[in-house]
């Protein structure tokens, strides 16, 4: 048998995969079903197709992009994914002739390349994951984000020149330098590198469940 080939990551988004809306009903989102446990009832729940996001993995296991659920719910229905995690709750998405395990992570069936990307953009989610939510400056649990050398004073907005900061630090550094106040950073900031890094940058907050595989640990 001969070996099969990689398919191109771009397939994908050109495979023409979409849901299909009850007849006469324009739907926003998902409805699932939430399996009542000892209570003989279930609960039924909407999942905004355009808010919740699914880890997709390739067949390696390697972190490839954050999709909408919507196509997530799609690939696993066409055969072409299969849910790793599903939702905590255990929630499923019915369909006319089944239903699936509202996924919070998925692996393609197949192999697919994916191609080099250089620069790593900036964002809030990336920068908070590389400084795992710690302040730069005393170590406490991070809630923004602070220019080293502020804007106002020709600071710019890059990796190296951005870290997570709690709001108190934030607050008592204002637009003063660190030799101003006598404070030091605890790491210096640097601009990441991998897959998994632009994958941060497109969402918002990433779901427990993915760091295992984003290579941060779960505790």
């Known amino acids: 048998m001969p070996d099969r080939q990689p398919t191109p990551i771009g397939a994908l988004a050109n495979a023409g995969l979409a849901p299909v809306a009850p007849s006469g009903q324009k ?6 079903v939430v399996d009542g446990e ?3 009832s279930a609960k039924p729940v909407v999942f905004p197709w355009g808010r919740r996001k699914v880890l997709l993995l390739n067949a390696t296991f390697e972190p490839l ?3 909408p659920l919507r196509r997530a719910v799609v ?8 849910v790793v995690h599903g939702d905590p709750a255990g929630a499923v998405v019915h369909s006319s002739t089944s239903q699936v395990v509202v996924p919070s992570v998925i692996r393609l069936s197949n192999y697919v390349r994916v191609p080099y990307r250089g620069r790593v953009p900036l ?3 990336g920068l908070m994951h590389r400084d795992r939510y710690r302040c730069a ?3 406490g649990r991070a809630e923004t984000i602070d220019h080293v050398v502020p ?3 020709g600071g710019p907005h890059s990796w190296t020149n951005c870290v997570a ?4 630090c934030n607050h008592r550094k204002a637009d003063k330098l660190l030799s101003e106040l006598g404070w030091r950073l605890r790491v210096v900031p640097s601009a990441p590198r991998g897959p998994h890094w632009r994958l941060l940058a497109g969402v918002a907050e990433a779901d427990p469940l993915w760091l295992p595989y984003l290579g941060e640990p779960a505790a």
Do not use: D, F, N, W
């Not at 690939?75 to 299969?82: I, P, R, T």
């Not at 900061?165 to 108190?168: D, G, R, S």
């Open 165 to 168: 900061c709690c709001a108190k």
């Open 137 to 139: 400056y005393c170590g």
């Open 38 to 40: 000892g209570s003989g």
């Open 151 to 153: 804007r106002s004073r």
């Open 27 to 32: 739907q926003p989102g998902v409805h699932a």
């Open 65 to 67: 992009t954050a999709l």
């Open 75 to 82: 690939l696993v229905v066409c055969g072409k994914a299969e």
């Open 123 to 125: 964002t809030r989610a």
